[in-house]
């Protein structure tokens, strides 16, 4: 009997800031933190190396991504959808 096991990838969704290089794009993901002791909220953000097969997202663009095996040393991301260009 074979069982199937279930894996939840991790998911974000950023902005493209960078699309210079072939089949990877740098996407900024922002999220909001709030400080401990005083409550009050600050952002901070990411960027990650997303592959992008087709190349078919393009700076400024809202872009999901999920989490993939390593690619090459910086790529463990791999592009999802395009959501507005």
Same mark, same amino acid.
Request: hydrophobic letters at 35%.
């Given at each position: 009997?074979?069982?199937t096991?279930?894996?939840?990838? @991790?998911?974000?969704e950023?902005?493209? #800031?960078?699309?210079a290089?072939t089949k990877?794009?740098?996407? @900024? #993901?922002d999220?909001?933190?709030i400080?401990?002791?005083?409550?009050?909220?600050?952002?901070?953000?990411?960027k990650?190396?997303v592959?992008?097969?087709?190349?078919e997202?393009k700076?400024?663009?809202?872009?999901v991504?999920?989490?993939t095996?390593?690619?090459?040393?910086?790529?463990?991301? @791999?592009?999802?959808?395009?959501?507005k260009?």
């Amino acid at each position: 009997m074979e069982t199937t096991t279930i894996v939840n990838k @991790r998911k974000f969704e950023g902005q493209v #800031v960078s699309a210079a290089m072939t089949k990877t794009v740098i996407v @900024r #993901v922002d999220s909001l933190k709030i400080n401990a002791k005083y409550g009050k909220s600050y952002k901070i953000s990411r960027k990650y190396a997303v592959h992008d097969e087709k190349s078919e997202a393009k700076v400024g663009d809202k872009v999901v991504f999920v989490e993939t095996r390593p690619l090459s040393k910086t790529k463990k991301w @791999r592009l999802v959808e395009v959501l507005k260009k």
